[in-house]
């Protein structure tokens, strides 16, 4: 009896988290759809993709124990960082993701090995803060920085977004010489 009562409220829970997802997400997609290059659908179609994948992940216990893999997607292309034991893991990781409906590439950036401590997580996220404030410097009057997607694995800044050729130029030259980043890696889709 426990065991089903249990069940039930984890069902219960399950979905009541699945509606504030929506609601929350929602609203940050209509705000953050007045800078961005993608549609509002394409908007949303990435956060299911994020999600999806981040299923298969639950769906594939067998993965998820030997990685730590962070799952981006951005104008229907999904980047794949973190860490995993071994490729064959990475690979059949982001052959599972490339087969989630719409999804046009994988950018498979994991790399082999343990998986990053706690203080790695932590400079990472400062690392990506830091890129952020950083572009806001970028003297050009057309330049949006939050067209730009960062996401930063192992001190690599991965740079996602839909700019200009000039664009990408800029930024990787502001990014390149920040303290803190080993590698710069284009994402880019250029329009």
């Known amino acids: 009896m426990r065991a089903i009562f249990l069940l039930a409220l984890t069902v219960l829970m399950s979905q009541l988290m699945g ?22 659908p394409t908007m949303l179609e990435d956060q299911a993709i994020e999600i999806k994948a981040l299923k298969l ?13 962070s799952i981006t997607s ?15 893991i990475s690979d059949r990781f982001a ?5 989630i409906q719409r999804v046009e ?3 498979n950036e994991v790399v082999i090995g343990p998986s990053g401590t706690l203080l ?8 990506t803060g830091k890129i952020k404030l950083e572009l806001l410097n ?18 690599t800044a991965f740079l ?8 990408a130029q800029q930024v990787v030259e502001k990014v390149r010489f920040i303290t803190g980043v080993k590698r710069v890696v284009k994402v880019f889709e250029y329009y």
């Open 120 to 127: 790695d997580q932590t400079n990472d996220a400062y690392l």
């Open 19 to 40: 509606c504030a997802t929506a609601v929350v997400g929602g609203a940050a997609t209509g705000v953050a759809a007045v800078h961005d290059r993608r549609t509002v």
């Open 57 to 69: 992940l639950l769906d594939h216990p067998e993965i998820g124990e030997q990685s730590n893999i």
């Open 105 to 107: 590439r994988v950018h």
């Open 138 to 155: 970028i003297d050009d009057k057309g330049f949006d920085p939050t067209r730009v997607k960062v996401v930063t694995s192992q001190g």
């Open 74 to 88: 951005y104008n229907l292309k999904v980047l794949l960082t973190g860490e995993a034991d071994t490729q064959e």
């Open 160 to 167: 996602m977004g839909i700019i200009s050729q000039e664009e």
């Open 95 to 99: 052959e599972l993701v490339s087969n």
